[in-house]
Nanobody
Framework: QVQLVESGGGSVQAGGSLRLSCTASGRAFAAYAMGWFRQAPGKEREFVAAVLWNGGSTTYTDSVKGRFTISRDNAKNTVTLQMNSLKPEDTAVYYC??????????????????WGQGTQVTVSS
């Protein structure tokens, strides 16, 4: 079993930045894909970003392109989401997710095997 723990959430004003990190533990880290999802109040969970095993293939939802950057460090068993130019609509609980097998459509949350407990991101206007 893999445990994922997110950190780095907090409260910032619009235009500010936050850096979220997710650390995997429990067994050797060998995820094919690592992703970030978020869930805002009253809304369903949505895909934010994903990075594949070698760190060279990334996918972002349109609303965060140009503002967020996802990366991973396999040696440290971590995945990071750098969030810049934050907007109030980015307010949500952000979840780290791990897919142990091949994921060809990383926007699909049902393809991920492990999830963190989430970290709150609040962006005020």
């Amino acid at each position: 079993q893999v445990q994922l723990v997110e950190s780095g959430g907090g409260s910032v004003q619009a235009g500010g930045s936050l850096r979220l990190s997710c650390t995997a533990s429990g067994r050797a880290f060998a995820a094919y894909a690592m992703g970030w999802f978020r869930q805002a109040p009253g809304k369903e969970r949505e895909f934010v970003a994903a990075v594949l095993w070698n760190g060279g293939s990334t996918t972002y939802t349109d609303s965060v392109k140009g503002r967020f950057t996802i990366s991973r460090d396999n040696a440290k068993n971590t995945v990071t989401l750098q969030m810049n130019s934050l907007k109030p609509e980015d307010t949500a609980v952000y979840y780290c997710a791990c897919a142990r097998g091949a994921v060809y459509t990383p926007v699909r949350g049902d393809l991920y095997d492990y999830w963190g407990q989430g970290t709150q991101v609040t962006v005020s206007s």
